[in-house]
């Protein structure tokens, strides 16, 4: 968090497809400084990556980033099928499955979603 003299002001998701990593940037407000930033990142671990399906652990994720993932890709022509699991609450992390249409690759198209999501949130701010 940041320090007590500073107020949270906009929280901006900054989606990276490198090394399976989705970074999260809070913007705070200090005194000092204006707006500053610092970034996290939630790791993503591949479960499965076999022709046409992908299975990732988004983890210390919940409904609100699975779900935009979900919609995302479902919205896509080459995407069959996209949906997330969240198992129990407090012994799983949540899992995205996804299922590509012959030719498309699993692994290209969220990647390819992450760099759209990233340039559409860049744009946010307090």
């Known amino acids: 968090m940041s320090p007590a003299s500073s107020k ?3 929280i901006r998701y900054i989606i990276q497809p490198v090394n399976w990593t989705l970074g999260v940037q809070h913007l705070h407000e200090s005194p000092q ?3 500053a930033g610092r970034a996290l990142t939630m790791p993503v671990k591949v479960l499965k990556n076999e022709g046409s399906e992908l299975r990732l652990r988004l983890i210390g994720e919940d409904h609100t980033t699975l779900q935009l993932f979900r919609s995302r890709l479902n919205a896509m022509d080459k995407v069959e099928y996209a949906n997330y699991f969240t198992g129990h609450p407090d012994l799983d992390e ?15 198209i969220i990647k390819d979603l992450c760099s759209e999501i990233r340039k559409e949130f860049a744009g946010l701010s307090n």
């Open 33 to 35: 400084k204006g707006v």
């Open 94 to 108: 949540p899992e995205l499955f996804i299922r590509v249409k012959k030719g498309a690759k699993a692994d290209k």
């Open 8 to 10: 949270p002001v906009a």
